[in-house]
């Protein structure tokens, strides 16, 4: 006999516990579940009314982004289609909304550093290498620039269709940016690419 019981009764075989008054009607959903929109507060959220719940979880928007970048000290810019660019030493992070609805927070890394197109396969490499053994940014090589020169991108996409705090939000840029620093660093380093 296995060790969980999968009839009705104890595991041990004996009687089932007829302290339980439980019955499947009392536990099962039989109507729909209630339609939620951005801001509505979870089952056994401590809010004191669902204004308290708006005004914690948001849509994720440009101005949004923005303060975050500010409150972590990121100094960035906005560029001509309405996202938002960091620059550091040796890359640079866009921060972005795409999806159907701009729902998508989007922050792509590109070190200022290129491969030349006969390190094609060795780019490759590296870049499967990062995908393989990194759970965050996933990597990939641009289309060749003008000069012939490979560009490397990584990636990081997070949906908040159904919006979020502004604390996650910081957060989840803050961990971007990070992550986007040490896959610069990598690639300078342990990748030997740049």
Known sequence: MPWWSWRP????????????????????????????????????ADHSSTADAAAMVAPVTLGRISAALDRLDVRHLADGDGNLLA???????LVALEGP?????????????TVPSDWEDRAYRVVNEWNHTRRFCKAYIGDPSERGQLPIYAELQVPFAAGVHDALLVEMIDCGAAVATSFVDWLHDEGALL
């Not at 075989?13 to 509505?40: A, F, I, L, N, W």
């Not at 620059?87 to 992070?93: G, K, P």
């Not at 609805?101 to 550093?113: F, G, K, M, Q, Y």
Request: proline content about 11%.
């Open 101 to 113: 609805d701009d729902e998508i927070l989007v922050l792509r890394v590109r070190p200022h550093a």
């Open 87 to 93: 620059m550091w030493e040796r890359h640079a992070v």
């Open 9 to 44: 009764g104890s595991v041990d075989g004996g009687e089932p516990d007829s302290r339980s008054r439980v019955t499947v009607e009392d536990t099962v959903r039989v109507s729909p579940p209630v339609p939620r929109k951005p801001g509505d507060s979870y089952i056994g």
